[in-house]
C-alpha cells in the first residue's frame, strides 16, 4: 500500500494559521484521507478527514485538491499545544479502515 | 483521554521468548486494529479483528498473531521474539459501520527486547 507524502518539519509561530501538505497521488476512489496527531508518548490522536469536499470541524481544516492527489490540513491559529507529529493517512476504504500511515511532519511552534 | 487503554504500559523481554499484548476496547466499538510504531517511524498496520475473526493483515510473519474477545477486547501475541521487535504497540478500537468513523488509539505499551 502506497503511503503519503509529507514534509519532515515544519514551523510555526503562536497565533498564527498553519498549512501542512500532503501527496497521495496514488490514492484510489475509495479511500478516506485521514489526518491524525501524536503527542510525545501518547497514541495518534484523531484531527479530521473526509474524502472529496472540503471539512471543517472544531480543531481544523481539510483542504482536498479536485483530483485527490493531495490535501492540506489547515490549523487556522496554532497554539503551543498544537506541537506534534501530524500524520496525514489513507484509510483504506474496502479494508474495514485499515489505516496508512506516512512519515508525518513534525510541527514546532514558537511563542 | 481516549477510553482505549492497553497493557502493560512498559516490557522487557529476552530475544526468543513470547509475549502477549492487552487492548480494552472504547465502549460501543467492535473492531480493534494493531501497530507497530518504530523510534521515530509511523505506526505500521499489523492486523485488524472485527467479530472475532482476523480482518485485514499488513507486512507482518505469522509469529505475530491476534484475538479478539466477545466483549471486543484484543490481545497481540508475539513468538519468537527479535531485537527488531522492539517498538511501541499501538491499539486502536473503531466502529465499523456505513459511516467512515475516526479510530482511538491507546498510549501504547512499550515493548524492548534485548
Known amino acids: 500500500d502506497a503511503k503519503t507524502t509529507q514534509p519532515n518539519s515544519m514551523e510555526s509561530n503562536e497565533e498564527e494559521p498553519v498549512h501542512l501538505p500532503c501527496n497521495h497521488s496514488t490514492i484510489s476512489g475509495t479511500d478516506y484521507i485521514h489526518w491524525y496527531r501524536q503527542l510525545p508518548s501518547q497514541g495518534p490522536e484523531y484531527v479530521i478527514h473526509?474524502?472529496?469536499s472540503n471539512v471543517n470541524n472544531r480543531m481544523a481544516s481539510l483542504a482536498i485538491a479536485e483530483d485527490r492527489k493531495s490535501s492540506t490540513l489547515i490549523l487556522h491559529r496554532a497554539t503551543l499545544r498544537d506541537a506534534a507529529v501530524y500524520y496525514c493517512i489513507r484509510r483504506i476504504g474496502n479494508q474495514g479502515g485499515k489505516l496508512i500511515f506516512g512519515q508525518g511532519t513534525e510541527l514546532s511552534v514558537k511563542p | 483521554e481516549t477510553g482505549v487503554t492497553q497493557s502493560p504500559t512498559h516490557l522487557i523481554k529476552t530475544r526468543g521468548q513470547q509475549v502477549t499484548l492487552r487492548c480494552s476496547s472504547q465502549s460501543g466499538h467492535n473492531t480493534v486494529s494493531w501497530y507497530q510504531q518504530a523510534l521515530g517511524q509511523g505506526p505500521q498496520f499489523i492486523f485488524q479483528?472485527?467479530?472475532?475473526?482476523?480482518?485485514g493483515r499488513g507486512n507482518f510473519p505469522p509469529r505475530f498473531s491476534g484475538l479478539q474477545f466477545p466483549n471486543y477486547s484484543s490481545e497481540l501475541n508475539v513468538n519468537a521474539l527479535e531485537l527488531d521487535d522492539s517498538a511501541l504497540y499501538l491499539c486502536?478500537?473503531?466502529?465499523?459501520?456505513?459511516?467512515?468513523?475516526?479510530?482511538?488509539f491507546g498510549q501504547g505499551t512499550r515493548l524492548t527486547v534485548v
Open positions: 486502536a478500537s473503531s466502529f465499523r459501520g456505513p459511516m467512515n468513523t475516526e479510530a482511538f
Open positions: 473526509g474524502l472529496t
Open positions: 479483528y472485527y467479530r472475532e475473526e482476523e480482518n
